[in-house]
């Protein structure tokens, strides 16, 4: 019992709120989002979501652009884009929250969902991002900032999106467009 509360505890000091069971599946977890409130991922049960580790000083942070029209494209077909900045490479996510939101709301207009700051790789990995790992079809570490997951529907990893696959890239249009039509 006493493990179970001290494991429990170490998860609610990191992005994850605690439960008394390991998450199974996406919609198991809960993170916190970027003002700091606890968000159960089990919210977006039934949308097509793309998980994308961010960051702030990075050469690839103008994505930001056109994450954030890819999100306008598509959120009412029910997509949202889970944005999770991480410090992770070279330091290029340095700021606290609240200077990542004031960055990408003044900057990009960013609306689409932002959570704290997480690790993506290493011996910190954020649970999600273990999890993400483990059930894509790659499971090599995240190579860098903006490197993207496409969770279906129902919550499982239908694909995964190296780093420089821009928004707009025509693979990752039609995985989004085949993931909105449930095939």
Known sequence: MLTSFLAACILDQGNYAPSAEKPKGFYDFAVKDIDGKKVKLGKFKGQ??????????????????????LYQKHKDKKFAILG??????????????????????????????????????????????????????????????????????????????????????EGLAKAIEKALDGK
């Open 48 to 69: 097509v979501l793309l998980v994308v580790n961010v960051a702030s000083k990075c050469g690839l942070t103008p994505q930001y652009a056109g994450l954030e029209s």
């Open 84 to 169: 999770f900045p991480a410090n992770d490479f070279n330091g290029q996510e340095p700021g606290a929250e609240k200077d990542i939101k004031e960055f990408c709301t003044g900057t990009y207009g960013v609306t689409f969902p932002m959570f704290s700051k997480i690790h993506v790789k290493g011996p910190e990995t954020a649970p999600l991002y273990k999890w993400l790992l483990s059930t894509a079809d790659r499971h090599e570490d995240v190579e860098w900032n903006f490197a993207m997951f496409l969770v279906d529907r129902k919550g499982k990893v239908v694909g995964r999106f190296a780093p420089g696959i821009k928004p707009d890239d």
